[in-house]
């Protein structure tokens, strides 16, 4: 009896929870800026230039790289996609130079060794080399 009252209230206090939860969710959407549409002149159209660092990305490269060409866009010429090999040892770095022989809008850059006296994780020194 008294594990059903406790998980009765744990259940009425997690709904409460979720509801302001909500609430308060909503009232930040509401508030939040939106921006107006883009001009669909392929004049003012700005390049879209799209970072893909790359560390051991042999299986996933093609795919990813491939998706983003894919992106539908007033003007396909205007999208520009870099891939930041980061140090790869396997066939990430050949895998992307061959996708850049076959579309201009690719580009290839060897990421430099991460410096010693400073701290880097992840893909971050990637994206930063790029950028």
């Known amino acids: 009896m008294v594990f059903t009252l406790i998980i009765c209230l744990l259940l009425v206090a997690s709904l409460v929870a979720i509801a302001i939860f909500t609430k308060r969710l909503q009232a930040s959407l509401a508030k939040a800026p939106n921006l ?3 001009s669909s002149s392929r004049q003012n159209t700005p390049t879209i230039s799209v970072v893909i660092p790359a560390y051991n990305e042999e299986t996933n490269i093609r795919d990813c790289v491939q998706a983003v ?17 980061d140090e790869s040892d396997e066939r990430t770095g050949a895998l992307a130079q061959a996708i850049a022989a076959t579309d201009a809008r690719v580009k290839v850059i060897s990421v430099p060794p991460r410096p ?7 893909k971050n020194w990637a994206c930063a080399n790029a950028a």
Request: charged share 30%; hydrophobic share 35%; no cysteine.
């Open 36 to 38: 107006p549409p883009i």
């Open 69 to 85: 060409l894919n992106s539908e866009l007033d003007d396909p010429q205007k999208l520009e996609v870099w891939i930041a090999n």
């Open 116 to 122: 010693q006296d400073e701290i880097w994780r992840g």
